[in-house]
């Protein structure tokens, strides 16, 4: 999976925070709060995350309506799998990754790989 590019994120994180569909003109606004950004620059950059499959459009009057197609915790558990896939030693880079976790994240690894695993036995 290809990481987001500055502007595909900034609408991403925008629509993942919000929880709920936006038009074009929501995000520009939004955006524009921070810093000056054409409505064209960002209705392309959502018409692009469209075409690659990371929203779904729905028409509402001569709007679209965009929602994201994943969460945020599925994009990073992909860009995690990507990592790893980088690596001719998944098991190595792996150790190298928890390693880097703190006590509450190892702690919730344990607790999804214990629900992984009674999922693998059913």
Do not use: C
């Not at 150790?95 to 344990?110: G, K, N, T």
């Amino acid at each position: 999976m290809r990481r987001l590019g500055d502007l595909e994120a900034e609408i991403m994180d925008r629509l993942w925070r919000w929880q709920r569909p936006a038009t074009v003109r929501e995000i520009v606004d939004d955006i524009n709060e921070e810093r000056p950004l054409a409505y064209t620059t960002v209705m392309t950059v959502t018409n692009i995350l469209y075409t690659k499959g990371w929203l779904l459009r729905s028409k509402q009057g001569r709007a679209w309506l965009y929602t994201p197609v994943r969460s945020r915790e599925e994009y990073a558990a992909a860009l995690m799998e990507d990592a790893l896939g980088a690596s001719e030693d998944r098991p190595v880079a792996l150790a190298h990754f928890v390693q880097q976790m703190s006590p509450d994240e190892i702690s919730a690894l344990r607790k999804a790989l214990r629900a992984a695993g009674r999922q693998a036995e059913s």
